[in-house]
């Protein structure tokens, strides 16, 4: 079975400071890899996702993550976050055996960006 | 964009009653709707994948007599929670996969349900 650790839990930065998320996974064969926002009060959105091909997947919102194989990590980047991207961040993954099509979620990160 | 609504958005209910969340697709169609629960401060746990037509699937430590679960329509899945007991409290999202398919194992996630049970 597949496992998604995100490391930080709170992360607190300042406007206009570079974000690096860690997500690391566990399943040995092909994945397809996902992150998702939960804003404040809403409901969770996808924010990049990566099946196949360019490992730098491009996002909304100026986001964009990268896939290592050989680290089973998919780290979420923006080079400068706004106070709007305050929210839970939360990394996913499936397995690409098609295992009922079921995301296995991280645990999550708290992201506080201050004015 | 796909859009997932659940309904009610918030429900309290006694120790014992029984509560039904709805979780409808709203433009487009769905085989497969997914079930989770989120504990405060805490990820998205998946109770349950539920098929148009047959059987949920119900991950290892969910009791299905407990979640019971109806996927009737193409756009409509419940969850029932049977007897509700307060440590059944809990935000619960459904999320739905398009049944075309054409973003592959890309979920739609619905807004989620509070249930408060006294």
């Known amino acids: 079975a597949q496992s998604v650790s995100q490391h930080n839990h709170h992360v607190i930065l300042s406007e206009a400071a570079s974000l690096e998320l860690g997500c690391n996974y566990s399943?040995?064969?092909?994945?397809?890899l996902f992150w998702y926002v939960q804003y404040p009060g809403q409901h969770l959105q996808l924010l990049l996702k990566?099946?196949?091909?360019?490992?730098l997947v491009k996002g909304i919102k100026g986001f964009e993550a990268e896939f290592i194989k050989s680290k089973f990590s998919f780290n979420l980047r923006k080079p400068s976050v706004q106070w709007s991207d305050t929210a839970e961040y939360f990394c996913?993954?499936?397995?690409?055996?098609?295992?009922?099509?079921?995301?296995?979620f991280g645990g999550g990160t708290r992201l506080m960006v201050k004015p | 964009g796909a859009v997932v609504s659940q309904h009610p958005s918030r429900v309290i209910c006694k120790s014992g009653t029984s509560v039904k969340i709805e979780c409808r697709s709203l433009?487009?169609?769905?085989?497969?709707m997914f079930w989770y629960r989120q504990f405060p401060k805490k990820s998205l746990m998946l109770m349950a994948t539920?098929?148009?037509?047959?059987?949920?699937?119900?991950e290892q430590g969910v009791e299905k007599d407990k979640f019971l679960i109806n996927h009737a329509s193409l756009t409509l899945s419940t969850l029932t929670v049977t007897s509700a007991h307060p440590e059944d409290s809990s935000f619960y999202i459904c999320?739905?996969?398009?049944?075309?398919?054409?973003?592959?194992?890309?979920?739609?996630f619905g807004p989620g349900t509070r249930l408060t049970v006294l």
């Open positions: 999320s739905a996969r398009d049944i075309w398919g054409h973003e592959y194992n890309e979920q739609f």
């Open positions: 399943y040995g064969g092909t994945v397809n």
């Open positions: 990566y099946f196949s091909g360019d490992p």
């Open positions: 996913a993954v499936n397995a690409g055996n098609n295992a009922g099509n079921m995301l296995t």
């Open positions: 433009d487009f169609q769905a085989t497969t």
């Open positions: 539920s098929n148009e037509g047959s059987k949920a699937t119900y």
